[in-house]
């Protein structure tokens, strides 16, 4: 459903709309889905289904969002955390396609809302439903779940509607906010095989924890466990937990392709860096017709 009326928007915050729980607006970051809870407020964007924010009470913001980003038709907006899917990357066969895949543009569908005594969530769907053929010649559903309790959770399922079976990648593809690049570290990926996109590819280990002077592109394979933004400046860890994911990404651009992007603001990079909960490279799937598979991605902020 895309909103193109101001009685739309009425009519959604009529059906979804929850006093003090979940508020619909519109705005210069197009249209929005704040929501409330005990533990803190989010925002997500009905176009792409992308987390804008997310404020554990009594924190400060935890996601990054360009100073430069700005609502574009089929365009995510550079931070957040834009859904790609249902291919991570450029595609497989045809690099003219759409790197990420197609829905972190495109308009989502809000299903539903609710709130509890401790938490607000809000549902938001996406089909393919043949319009998307010249694209993607198969029929899925996609349907992200944002909770919003102490931590914040997004779960992405997808269901094989059609009669084929597919492959599938994909990423939640967080962009965090932290003091400063150079003072923040990765834990967690000790040991682990990657996947090194800077360069000619190439598959390394890793050793220690994950640091940051230069460009930094990687694809974890089979991360054990949690993953964990160190920022000392801040004095604040940000953990995430995954589960339907053998993948993670790391990314942060640094100075050159930050100025190629040309959308992340002045020394954005300083400022931002992507730990994304995947399905990537040797973890691509394949779903069979009738077929469902969760992504997951659980984010808990703890001082230090
Ligand atoms: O996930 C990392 C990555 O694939 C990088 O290679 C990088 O260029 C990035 O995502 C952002 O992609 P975008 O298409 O949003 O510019």
Same mark, same amino acid.
């Given at each position: 459903m895309s909103i193109d009326s101001t009685a739309n928007l009425d009519e959604l915050q009529r059906l979804h709309g929850r006093e003090g729980r979940v508020t619909l607006s519109r705005g210069a970051l197009g249209e929005v889905v704040d929501l409330a809870a005990p533990g803190g407020t989010a925002r997500i964007a009905l176009q792409g289904a992308q987390l804008l924010s997310w404020v554990p009470a009594g924190e400060a913001e935890v996601i990054w969002l360009s100073p430069e980003a700005r609502p574009q038709p089929g365009k995510s907006l550079?931070?957040?955390?834009?859904v790609c899917w249902p291919w991570f990357g450029p595609h497989a066969e045809d690099e003219r396609k759409p790197a990420h895949g197609f829905v972190r543009g495109a308009p989502w569908e809000l299903l539903d809302t609710e709130a509890t005594a401790q938490a607000t969530r809000a549902r938001l769907g996406f089909d393919t439903a043949g319009k998307w053929r010249d694209v993607w010649p198969h029929e899925a559903r996609a349907v992200l779940t944002v909770t919003l309790g102490d931590g914040l959770t997004l779960a992405l399922e997808t269901t094989n509607t059609g009669a084929e079976p597919f492959q599938l990648s994909q990423a939640l593809h967080t962009y965090f906010a932290v003091a400063?690049?150079?003072?923040?570290s990765v834990q967690g990926l000790d040991g682990c095989a990657y996947i090194d996109k800077v360069g000619p590819e190439a598959r390394r280990r890793q050793e220690g924890m994950v640091r940051f002077d230069g460009e930094v592109d990687r694809i974890y394979l089979d991360p054990p466990g949690e993953v964990v933004i160190r920022d000392k400046a801040l004095g604040r860890r940000i953990v995430v937990g995954a589960s339907g994911s053998r993948s993670a990404v790391v990314w942060n651009p640094w100075i050159?392709?930050?100025?190629? #992007?040309?959308?992340?603001? @002045?020394?954005?990079?300083?400022?931002? #860096?992507?730990?994304?909960? @995947?399905?990537?490279?040797?973890?691509? #799937?394949?779903?069979?017709p009738g077929a469902r598979h969760v992504l997951e991605a659980r984010y808990r902020l703890e001082r230090v």
């Amino acid at each position: 459903m895309s909103i193109d009326s101001t009685a739309n928007l009425d009519e959604l915050q009529r059906l979804h709309g929850r006093e003090g729980r979940v508020t619909l607006s519109r705005g210069a970051l197009g249209e929005v889905v704040d929501l409330a809870a005990p533990g803190g407020t989010a925002r997500i964007a009905l176009q792409g289904a992308q987390l804008l924010s997310w404020v554990p009470a009594g924190e400060a913001e935890v996601i990054w969002l360009s100073p430069e980003a700005r609502p574009q038709p089929g365009k995510s907006l550079r931070g957040g955390a834009p859904v790609c899917w249902p291919w991570f990357g450029p595609h497989a066969e045809d690099e003219r396609k759409p790197a990420h895949g197609f829905v972190r543009g495109a308009p989502w569908e809000l299903l539903d809302t609710e709130a509890t005594a401790q938490a607000t969530r809000a549902r938001l769907g996406f089909d393919t439903a043949g319009k998307w053929r010249d694209v993607w010649p198969h029929e899925a559903r996609a349907v992200l779940t944002v909770t919003l309790g102490d931590g914040l959770t997004l779960a992405l399922e997808t269901t094989n509607t059609g009669a084929e079976p597919f492959q599938l990648s994909q990423a939640l593809h967080t962009y965090f906010a932290v003091a400063h690049i150079a003072e923040t570290s990765v834990q967690g990926l000790d040991g682990c095989a990657y996947i090194d996109k800077v360069g000619p590819e190439a598959r390394r280990r890793q050793e220690g924890m994950v640091r940051f002077d230069g460009e930094v592109d990687r694809i974890y394979l089979d991360p054990p466990g949690e993953v964990v933004i160190r920022d000392k400046a801040l004095g604040r860890r940000i953990v995430v937990g995954a589960s339907g994911s053998r993948s993670a990404v790391v990314w942060n651009p640094w100075i050159e392709k930050a100025a190629r #992007l040309g959308d992340m603001g @002045a020394d954005g990079f300083r400022r931002m #860096l992507c730990v994304e909960t @995947a399905n990537a490279a040797d973890d691509t #799937l394949t779903l069979a017709p009738g077929a469902r598979h969760v992504l997951e991605a659980r984010y808990r902020l703890e001082r230090v």
